[in-house]
């Protein structure tokens, strides 16, 4: 167990994780109390991250170790091609920062960091990992693919130990499906054996809700208070069956977006203990939350009081406001988002509650991120209520005096509107025209193609409030949102028309998919499992989706965008790429029209000659045409 006056750990906790990524245990404490008497040997007990990988664009490292009294220790590392840069002790005596130089001359293997305090030594080996792809080879999402949020807690339940589910918790709670803000007991594994329905319905991403440890007292089933950066929630699975899901969708080329949490932590993260600094956190007395109010940012008359408690304020009394202005947590959560796309090959971050963070501190992570992976992609949660709140994060907007880096942000105006959108009687003031006038503020975005649009997801109603009769509206609804500009978003359960509020509880929104549990009568997984109406929806945006991500993709994903004003209820719209183009016409009424066709001559000429992607038949453009009421033609040239 010694060497030359040395303890030795050789625990592995990415291989094993374990609460808090113990590095040692007890027995080895027990040792070495025993063995060194009164002056105990430097007593490790976390470093994070994990492991590392050689061959990093960046080379800087920062390892942060914990351990009671460990800031007092001089710590050395001895390994070819990496220097120990710096060792920085922080306000609380249990953290030491290592900042490691790797070079592109150093190989994969073990580096012994080794410690020293008051002349008894430890050495805690490191592990070095060789890569198995370039950061160029990580490729995100795009406006090409169609994501599919989830919640893993309510989307299905695979097989899995269940004292091994609550391994290490302080706070192991169960499953209780008849509390709708309680965990529901779904995980990792229900996705993966689920992913086949996933794939057939003709998505290409799958955006979990997050899944890492949320160790709380109220369960946190949904994933936003996060207690452990570096371990799956051992409710929703482990490290390595995050892996598994990751792999096995992009077998069948589904794509996996990670969500994030950044702007706070969960209220039970270690950090709130043992704070490492004193200004880890922004009012960490915790009797100031966020006013909500994030006009604030770009006002340019705001109090400085005002914007302190947008941006400063803990999002609510149990998710504690990291500061992002420090620089050693800024440099953590960097390498945090690294060690999760390199450990797992994520397609994509979602980052929450964006603009509630430090927007330097923010750009630096985006910045960072994408000089490692070029290819890759983030969405920032910018939930405004106009276009201009949400195009002032994205990358290069002139408006906007700091560079935020943030490529993708969420359009969240369709979900908001969408009643006034798809539900009204389309006039010339009312129903597609309020459309037509949400894309007219298109020049306010930099890349409008890079923009997330979404009917709702695990944070609004539902775009239904209740079971529909018909479709009409729901069908315009979806075809818009796979044929328009920007990512598409599905929230996972709306191709079974789910329905509800959030009135009362979250969770009428974030219901149990039907099939995804054991006991459950009803397996809406398969068609035998649905209603009639409920098919007839699966199948309507199962078409699409399969046209989309096929013959349609490039111009769909890629091609201009030129629309007519709504004029006599109807509403029309052309993708166009090279020569292909694709035209979507909407009846926004619910009754019978007859019009002339004379406004649309400059892309639909008499005579032409399209087949129309819903009802499987060409179509011949005259001077005047009828259409049913609430109908879609999705016509294409190719």
């Given at each position: 167990m010694t060497r030359d006056n040395e303890h030795i750990f050789n625990l592995h906790p990415y291989q094993n994780p374990m609460k808090r990524l113990a590095m040692i245990s007890l027995s080895l404490l027990a040792g070495a109390a025993s063995i060194f008497g009164a002056k105990k040997a430097p007593v490790v007990t976390n470093v994070e991250p994990p492991c590392w990988w050689a061959g990093m664009s960046d080379p800087s490292l920062q390892v942060m170790v914990t351990g009671p009294g460990i800031a007092a220790a001089d710590v050395t590392a001895d390994y070819p091609g990496v220097t120990l840069k710096e060792a920085i002790s922080l306000d609380s005596p249990n953290y030491k920062l290592l900042y490691l130089d790797i070079t592109p001359q150093a190989k994969p293997g073990t580096i012994d960091l080794k410690f020293n305090l008051n002349g008894r030594k430890a050495v805690v080996p490191y592990e070095l990992k060789e890569r198995t792809r370039k950061g160029e080879e990580y490729v995100g999402f795009d406006a090409s693919d169609v994501l599919y949020l989830l919640m893993p807690d309510r989307f299905a339940q695979g097989d899995m130990d269940a004292a091994k589910a609550l391994d290490g918790l302080d706070y192991p709670i169960t499953a209780d499906r008849t509390d709708p803000n309680g965990r529901h007991g779904?995980?990792?594994?229900?996705?993966?054996?689920?992913?086949?329905?996933?794939?057939?319905?003709?998505?290409?991403?799958?955006?979990?809700?997050?899944?890492?440890?949320?160790?709380?007292?109220?369960?946190s089933y949904h994933g936003y208070a996060t207690t452990d950066y570096y371990r799956i929630d051992p409710r929703f699975g482990t490290n390595e069956e995050w892996q598994e899901l990751v792999a096995e969708a992009n077998k069948r080329g589904i794509k996996v977006v990670m969500d994030m949490i950044f702007n706070h932590s969960g209220l039970n993260h270690p950090w709130i203990a043992d704070k490492p600094s004193k200004d880890w956190f922004n009012h960490p007395e915790g009797t100031e939350t966020t006013n909500f109010r994030l006009s604030t940012i770009h006002d340019p008359y705001v109090s400085d009081y005002d914007l302190d408690h947008t941006v400063n304020g803990w999002f609510v009394t149990a998710?504690?406001?990291?500061?992002?202005?420090?620089?050693?947590?800024?440099?953590?959560?960097i390498q945090n988002s690294i060690w999760w796309i390199e450990s797992s090959k994520i397609n994509g971050i979602r980052m929450d509650t964006y603009p509630y963070a430090d927007l330097e501190g923010m750009a630096s992570w985006a910045k960072a991120i994408l000089a490692?992976?070029?290819?890759?992609?983030?969405?920032?949660?910018?939930?405004?209520?106009?276009?201009?709140?949400?195009?002032?994060?994205?990358k290069g907007n002139r408006l906007n005096p700091r560079e935020t880096e943030l490529p993708t942000v969420m359009d969240f105006l369709i979900s908001i509107n969408g009643h006034k959108y798809f539900?009204?009687?389309?006039?010339?003031?009312?129903?597609?025209?309020?459309?037509?006038?949400?894309?007219?503020?298109?020049?306010?975005?930099?890349?409008?193609?890079?923009?997330?649009?979404?009917?709702?997801?695990h944070d609004t109603d539902r775009f239904l409030l209740a079971e529909p009769d018909s479709l009409g509206s729901w069908k315009q609804a979806v075809t818009f949102l796979l044929t328009s500009r920007g990512i598409p978003q599905l929230y996972y359960g709306t191709e079974l028309l789910m329905n509800g509020s959030k009135e009362g509880s979250d969770g009428y929104v974030r219901r149990d998919f039907p099939g995804g549990f054991p006991g459950d009568t009803v397996n809406a997984f398969t068609p035998e499992g649905r209603t009639p109406l409920q098919n007839e929806a699966w199948d309507y945006m199962s078409k699409l989706l399969h046209w989309r991500r096929g013959e349609a993709n490039e111009v769909i994903a890629k091609g201009s965008l030129k629309h007519f004003m709504p004029q006599n209820g109807m509403y029309v719209y052309r993708r166009k790429l090279g020569d292909k183009e694709v035209t979507v016409l909407m009846n926004g009424t619910t009754r019978p029209l007859t019009v002339t066709m004379e406004r649309t001559l400059e892309i639909l000429p008499y005579g032409t000659r399209l087949h129309d992607i819903i009802s499987g038949e060409d179509v011949t453009i005259a001077e005047q045409m009828t259409f049913a009421p609430r109908q879609v033609m999705v016509l294409q040239n190719f």
């Amino acid at each position: 167990m010694t060497r030359d006056n040395e303890h030795i750990f050789n625990l592995h906790p990415y291989q094993n994780p374990m609460k808090r990524l113990a590095m040692i245990s007890l027995s080895l404490l027990a040792g070495a109390a025993s063995i060194f008497g009164a002056k105990k040997a430097p007593v490790v007990t976390n470093v994070e991250p994990p492991c590392w990988w050689a061959g990093m664009s960046d080379p800087s490292l920062q390892v942060m170790v914990t351990g009671p009294g460990i800031a007092a220790a001089d710590v050395t590392a001895d390994y070819p091609g990496v220097t120990l840069k710096e060792a920085i002790s922080l306000d609380s005596p249990n953290y030491k920062l290592l900042y490691l130089d790797i070079t592109p001359q150093a190989k994969p293997g073990t580096i012994d960091l080794k410690f020293n305090l008051n002349g008894r030594k430890a050495v805690v080996p490191y592990e070095l990992k060789e890569r198995t792809r370039k950061g160029e080879e990580y490729v995100g999402f795009d406006a090409s693919d169609v994501l599919y949020l989830l919640m893993p807690d309510r989307f299905a339940q695979g097989d899995m130990d269940a004292a091994k589910a609550l391994d290490g918790l302080d706070y192991p709670i169960t499953a209780d499906r008849t509390d709708p803000n309680g965990r529901h007991g779904g995980n990792i594994r229900g996705i993966i054996n689920n992913l086949d329905y996933i794939d057939s319905l003709g998505v290409t991403a799958i955006w979990s809700c997050p899944v890492l440890e949320n160790d709380m007292p109220g369960g946190s089933y949904h994933g936003y208070a996060t207690t452990d950066y570096y371990r799956i929630d051992p409710r929703f699975g482990t490290n390595e069956e995050w892996q598994e899901l990751v792999a096995e969708a992009n077998k069948r080329g589904i794509k996996v977006v990670m969500d994030m949490i950044f702007n706070h932590s969960g209220l039970n993260h270690p950090w709130i203990a043992d704070k490492p600094s004193k200004d880890w956190f922004n009012h960490p007395e915790g009797t100031e939350t966020t006013n909500f109010r994030l006009s604030t940012i770009h006002d340019p008359y705001v109090s400085d009081y005002d914007l302190d408690h947008t941006v400063n304020g803990w999002f609510v009394t149990a998710m504690p406001d990291l500061n992002q202005r420090n620089p050693h947590l800024m440099k953590y959560l960097i390498q945090n988002s690294i060690w999760w796309i390199e450990s797992s090959k994520i397609n994509g971050i979602r980052m929450d509650t964006y603009p509630y963070a430090d927007l330097e501190g923010m750009a630096s992570w985006a910045k960072a991120i994408l000089a490692e992976y070029p290819n890759f992609n983030i969405v920032g949660e910018c939930w405004y209520g106009n276009e201009a709140g949400s195009a002032f994060w994205q990358k290069g907007n002139r408006l906007n005096p700091r560079e935020t880096e943030l490529p993708t942000v969420m359009d969240f105006l369709i979900s908001i509107n969408g009643h006034k959108y798809f539900d009204e009687e389309t006039d010339p003031w009312n129903g597609l025209n309020h459309l037509y006038d949400h894309l007219a503020m298109d020049f306010l975005y930099p890349d409008p193609q890079k923009v997330l649009t979404f009917l709702d997801n695990h944070d609004t109603d539902r775009f239904l409030l209740a079971e529909p009769d018909s479709l009409g509206s729901w069908k315009q609804a979806v075809t818009f949102l796979l044929t328009s500009r920007g990512i598409p978003q599905l929230y996972y359960g709306t191709e079974l028309l789910m329905n509800g509020s959030k009135e009362g509880s979250d969770g009428y929104v974030r219901r149990d998919f039907p099939g995804g549990f054991p006991g459950d009568t009803v397996n809406a997984f398969t068609p035998e499992g649905r209603t009639p109406l409920q098919n007839e929806a699966w199948d309507y945006m199962s078409k699409l989706l399969h046209w989309r991500r096929g013959e349609a993709n490039e111009v769909i994903a890629k091609g201009s965008l030129k629309h007519f004003m709504p004029q006599n209820g109807m509403y029309v719209y052309r993708r166009k790429l090279g020569d292909k183009e694709v035209t979507v016409l909407m009846n926004g009424t619910t009754r019978p029209l007859t019009v002339t066709m004379e406004r649309t001559l400059e892309i639909l000429p008499y005579g032409t000659r399209l087949h129309d992607i819903i009802s499987g038949e060409d179509v011949t453009i005259a001077e005047q045409m009828t259409f049913a009421p609430r109908q879609v033609m999705v016509l294409q040239n190719f």
